[in-house]
């Protein structure tokens, strides 16, 4: 027998001595053999996320967030680019405005 069939046959022997069963060799056997094949099965049925695969989950989540305020403050630094350049050309519209009455106000006066 292998080891990994020894260990189930170990736990199902164990199981009897506790609540005082009584089974033939050939009956200890089957029963460690179906532990280990169902133990094979386990991981298919209920499915559950090794270590390395929560962190690698949680690595892509945190990635993802890291993306999403990448954006935003992409979108921030563009509204305000936007926002500066219309000022820029709001003042340059106003200095020039100034500039033309200042000029008229000097022709008046000479």
């Not at 009584?22 to 029963?31: G, N, S, V, Y």
């Not at 169902?38 to 989540?61: G, K």
């Not at 926002?83 to 500039?99: D, H, T, V």
Request: charged content about 40%; proline content about 1%; aromatic content about 8%.
């Amino acid at each position: 027998m292998s080891k990994r069939t020894d260990y189930w046959r170990d736990a199902i022997v164990s199981a009897m001595e506790e609540c005082k069963a009584t089974l033939t060799e050939a009956q200890i056997d089957c029963l460690a053999k179906g532990a280990e094949d169902a133990h094979d099965c386990y991981s298919e049925y209920f499915y559950s996320p090794t270590a390395s695969e929560h962190i690698r989950n949680e690595a892509r989540e945190k990635q993802r967030q890291h993306e999403v305020e990448i954006a935003a403050k992409d979108k921030e630094i563009e509204q305000q680019t936007k926002l500066n350049k219309e000022l820029r050309m709001e003042s340059w519209f106003a200095i020039e405005r100034l500039r033309k009455e200042f000029e008229e106000e000097r022709r008046r006066t000479q």
